[in-house]
């Protein structure tokens, strides 16, 4: 019969296709095979673990107020990048807690512990929140008081126990290792100065102090800059521990990888800050602008004979390597920026722009877009039943995911849900690059 024959050879060819698929899977891709990323599969909502959902009341939402600091001129987004704790602070944090704002001025950060959610309320809108990046048992939040003022807490997380408070300014963040808190203000009396003090996570507050600028072999202070205490205003007099009164434009920036060690690059120069008995002290200063390239090194683009030189250094150290010359431009910098741990294999951010890739270093990031796919139901569905969802969230659910932690938080609406993204090869790579 004609029909049996086709139906035979059909079968046949199907055979031989799949034995050819099976024997190139197991070869390498360079050799003809094909490599398979799980992420490159279609992602729908059963492939994705809810690990816990928070409702949330009318009104209340994952979002800071007045949130900006000094080196940050545009908003960051609430999905942040990877977490890491160079970013700029974000209402989603790492796979423990959630930043919520609400009517009244009121507001509380949720923190997802021992299968429960834990509330620690405040009763003054969050302009920033964040945990500690090394262990985690620190939560600093600054409230916004109202009339520019404000006031920083730290406390002990789980217990919600308040360790300290003290008036501030709009932002406060961890050093980088996590062992120490900085904060800030501007000088109100005089534009373009920045009042920068360092507190321990650990142990007793050291003396007020202020940076002398008085280090031998370098520039003394900039002319009316105060270099002792009681030149300070009073608030910047009742800003506890070591201090220093720094210029600040509007290209300045800094960043504390350690609890010891503070790096500025402002207006065509550098200085790294050391904090010695209890004062801030320059260890070195330069012409050129830095570019960190965290969490290892400092990059600096300097005047030389030939234009522009490029070199590297530790954090810890102004000790300066030359960058290869055949190296590709740097980057603008940015916050969103993780640098591969040999500093030749590149770098990447949350949202897969690249540089210096030769082989690439990460598969592309497939599961943001598979989330917003998978709960755009359950945001429809809210969006219905509360005029207030599509005023916050006009496009779609926000995720924010947090690769190195191996989940993501989805916000529909009416509720947040922290979701476990599924296990993939990017994953593991990520996490072996960063550490």
């Known amino acids: 019969m004609p029909q049996k024959r086709y139906l035979i050879a059909t079968l046949f060819i199907a055979g031989m296709l799949l034995l050819v698929a099976v024997v190139q899977a197991f070869k390498p891709p360079r050799?003809?095979?094909?490599?398979?990323?799980?992420?490159?599969?279609?992602?729908?909502?059963?492939?994705?673990?809810?690990?816990?959902?928070?409702?949330?009341?009318?009104?209340?939402?994952?979002?800071?107020?007045?949130?900006?600091?000094?080196?940050?001129?545009?908003?960051?987004?609430?999905?942040?990048?990877?977490?890491?704790?160079?970013?700029?602070?974000?209402?989603?944090?790492?796979?423990?807690?959630?930043?919520?704002?609400?009517?009244?001025?009121?507001?509380?950060?949720?923190?997802?512990?021992?299968?429960?959610?834990?509330?620690?309320?405040?009763?003054?809108?969050?302009?920033?929140?964040?945990?500690?990046?090394?262990?985690?048992?620190?939560?600093?939040v600054t409230l916004n008081l109202g009339r520019g003022h404000f006031q920083t807490k730290l406390l002990e997380v789980p217990e919600g126990r308040v360790l300290w408070a003290v008036d501030s300014g709009p932002w406060s963040r961890f050093s980088w290792d996590g062992k120490a808190v900085l904060m800030g203000l501007m000088d109100p009396s005089q534009g373009g100065r920045l009042l920068l003090a360092a507190l321990p996570v650990e142990g007793d507050w050291p003396d007020s102090s202020l940076a002398p600028w008085d280090e031998d072999g370098l520039p003394g202070a900039p002319r009316g800059l105060a270099v002792r205490l009681d030149q300070l205003w009073d608030d910047g007099k009742d800003l506890p521990g070591p201090k220093l009164l720094i210029p600040w434009y509007i290209n300045s920036r800094l960043w504390m990888p350690r609890r010891d060690y503070l790096w500025v690059s402002s207006e065509g120069s550098w200085t790294l800050w050391r904090l010695r008995d209890g004062l801030w002290r320059r260890e070195a200063s330069g012409p050129g602008v830095l570019s960190a390239q965290p969490p290892r090194w400092m990059g600096l683009v300097a005047p030389s004979a030939e234009g522009a030189a490029r070199s590297r250094s530790a954090t810890d150290a102004a000790k300066w390597?030359?960058?290869?010359?055949?190296?590709?431009?740097?980057?603008?910098?940015?916050?969103?920026?993780?640098?591969?741990?040999?500093?030749?294999?590149?770098?990447?951010?949350?949202?897969?722009?690249?540089?210096?890739?030769?082989?690439?270093?990460?598969?592309?990031?497939?599961?943001?877009?598979s989330l917003m796919s998978a709960y755009r139901a359950e945001w429809r569905a809210a969006s219905n039943l509360r005029a207030s969802v599509r005023g916050w969230l006009p496009d779609g659910p926000q995720v924010a995911v947090r690769e190195l932690n191996g989940v993501a938080w989805v916000w529909v609406g009416d509720r947040v849900l922290l979701v476990r993204l599924v296990g993939t090869e990017r994953l593991r790579k990520l996490k072996g690059a960063s550490e």
């Open 31 to 140: 050799e003809g095979g094909v490599a398979v990323d799980t992420a490159v599969l279609s992602l729908n909502l059963d492939s994705f673990e809810a690990i816990s959902d928070l409702r949330l009341e009318d009104g209340w939402a994952p979002r800071f107020t007045a949130a900006q600091d000094p080196d940050q001129w545009e908003s960051w987004p609430s999905e942040g990048g990877f977490g890491t704790a160079w970013e700029p602070a974000s209402p989603f944090m790492s796979d423990q807690a959630l930043a919520l704002n609400g009517p009244g001025g009121h507001s509380e950060v949720a923190l997802w512990h021992g299968l429960e959610w834990r509330h620690y309320r405040f009763d003054a809108p969050l302009a920033s929140a964040r945990l500690d990046p090394a262990k985690q048992n620190r939560l600093l």
């Open 321 to 369: 390597e030359a960058a290869p010359a055949d190296l590709p431009p740097w980057p603008a910098y940015d916050a969103a920026w993780l640098w591969h741990k040999d500093a030749s294999r590149g770098a990447l951010t949350a949202w897969d722009l690249r540089w210096n890739e030769g082989e690439p270093l990460l598969p592309k990031e497939r599961q943001r877009g």
